[in-house]
């Protein structure tokens, strides 16, 4: 009777020695990836701060035509037609550029511009600002995409 006695008190310490070392092995692991969750958040959060950074940078950035045939708007153009044809030039292929004709106060001019800022443009359609003139294209002009800017030249 003392043998299963000793068996039995025996294998119970052995027992909660295994729990309670699993327990400290958990407890240990959770510090760690605690740790470990940490240092990923804020390398995560020093990224997308540099993605805005850059974003803002980006955005700040007026792109203008490089072609002789820049923009001949008057400053009393209205913001948001003037701001879409500016900052929509953007282009990485012919393929995103189209010609879209654009109707202002006292005629109508032609504009290389991607394929966003021609939506952009149609939300807006009811403006009707005065210009100066509309750029001259030689007649045997192409639309291209120079410089990742639309252009016709």
């Not at 149609?122 to 002009?141: E, M, Q, R, T, W």
Request: hydrophobic share 40%; with cysteine; aromatic share 6%.
């Amino acid at each position: 009777m003392l043998k299963w006695l000793i068996i039995t008190l025996v294998a119970i310490v052995v027992f909660t020695t295994l729990l309670l070392g699993l327990g400290y092995l958990l407890k240990e692991h959770e510090t760690a990836t605690t740790l470990l969750k940490q240092e990923l958040d804020q390398q995560r959060a020093q990224i997308k701060a540099k993605e805005i950074r850059k974003q803002a940078k980006f955005k700040s950035t007026i792109y203008r035509p490089l072609s002789n045939a820049s923009l001949p708007l008057k400053e009393s153009l209205g913001p948001n037609k003037q701001q879409i044809l500016l900052e929509n030039l953007i282009c990485t292929s012919t393929k995103q550029c189209i010609l879209i004709d654009i109707q202002f106060e006292d005629l109508s001019c032609v504009f290389a511009i991607n394929t966003i800022g021609a939506s952009l443009l149609a939300k807006v359609a009811g403006d009707f600002s005065s210009v100066g003139k509309c750029p001259d294209y030689p007649p045997n002009s192409q639309l291209s995409c120079e410089l990742n800017i639309c252009s016709y030249q």
